[in-house]
């Protein structure tokens, strides 16, 4: 019986350093013992570091207009809803969002929370570039907004924009690593030339007094500028077009402006993702669609996965 049990013993002092062998021969057991959740997530857990794979998106979702028809805002809303449910990204940016668009895809989207506020008053009235997190993976460390115009800190209109237009940003830290990133947000006049390339230096000014500590960097938004224009130049100095530095191709149309029309070639491209400081995985400009094949915005959403 003795021997018995010192054999067993002895067996299993073996088998268990059998094990740790075979694992040291596939990899070092303290910094590689890690596993994958999720196929799209790509999410791969270590104890010492975490790497993860995140998407963010960018959407001009089109505001609430009344005398849109065909295209209005509560034909639309469950669907868009349903789109970033599907591509679940981890932090998203949105244009043109009225206070009740805000709202509506923060009550439908769960562990969510957002910051930003409207740009006619700096509360909650006129269009939101709000940005969205998921608050299982983020939290917002400090968050503000600035109106681009020669007055940033109050609520103005810039040059020779026709309207008031407004940049909000965040500092986000990642709760499994305690990694922080800015993210910025923004939307630029559609009539103003001078307001549109000084808004970009304006937004480099910023990005600069802000990220004193050289972190990763996002900027998202509706640019209203092509690729080969001056303001998107003037960011290309000293951020990174996602697009260039993608790990793949485009995929999805060139273009992100559709007007609502389902014969539009897209080909115009006018909402961006730059970063800085960042490995971009691949580069997309979602085409989905509503049930009866017309659009769910005037814009495609820029999606992009990081790492």
Not at 208 to 235: A, H, R, W
Request: overall charge neutral.
């Amino acid at each position: 019986m003795k021997i018995e049990t010192k054999s067993l013993s002895i067996g299993i002092v073996v088998g268990i350093l059998g094990c740790f062998v075979i694992l040291y021969l596939f990899g070092n057991i303290e910094t590689e013992f890690s596993f994958t959740v999720g196929e799209d997530k790509n999410e791969i857990y270590s104890n010492r570091h975490v790497k993860t794979k995140d998407t963010i998106i960018s959407y001009n979702i089109r505001y609430d207009n009344r005398w849109d028809k065909e295209n209005l805002w509560s034909l639309r809303k469950d669907r868009l809803s349903q789109l970033l449910m599907d591509y679940d990204p981890s932090i998203f940016g949105i244009q043109e969002g009225l206070l009740n668009q805000v709202e509506w895809i923060d009550i439908t989207l769960k562990n969510y929370n957002y910051i930003g506020v409207g740009r006619d008053d700096g509360k909650l009235k006129g269009e939101f570039c709000a940005i969205y997190f998921d608050t299982t993976k983020y939290e917002v460390k400090e968050n503000s907004t600035f109106w681009l115009s020669n007055t940033p800190d109050q609520v103005s209109i810039g040059w020779d924009a026709a309207l008031e237009r407004i940049c909000t940003y965040g500092l986000f830290k990642k709760k499994m690593s305690d990694k922080m990133i800015w993210v910025f947000n923004t939307h630029f006049d559609h009539v103003g030339k001078t307001a549109r390339k000084k808004s970009s230096e304006l937004i480099l000014k910023k990005i600069k007094e802000l990220n004193t500590k050289s972190l990763p960097v996002i900027l998202m938004g509706d640019f209203n500028s092509n690729p080969d224009s001056d303001p998107i130049k003037i960011f290309k100095n000293n951020l990174q077009d996602a697009l260039e530095i993608s790990s793949t191709t485009l995929k999805g149309p060139r273009g992100t402006f559709n007007g609502f029309d389902t014969m539009h070639p897209m080909d115009n491209r006018i909402d961006y993702i730059f970063v800085k400081e960042m490995n971009v995985i691949s580069y997309r400009h979602i085409d989905d669609r509503l049930s009866n094949n017309r659009h769910i915005s005037d814009h495609l959403p820029v999606m992009i996965s990081v790492q």
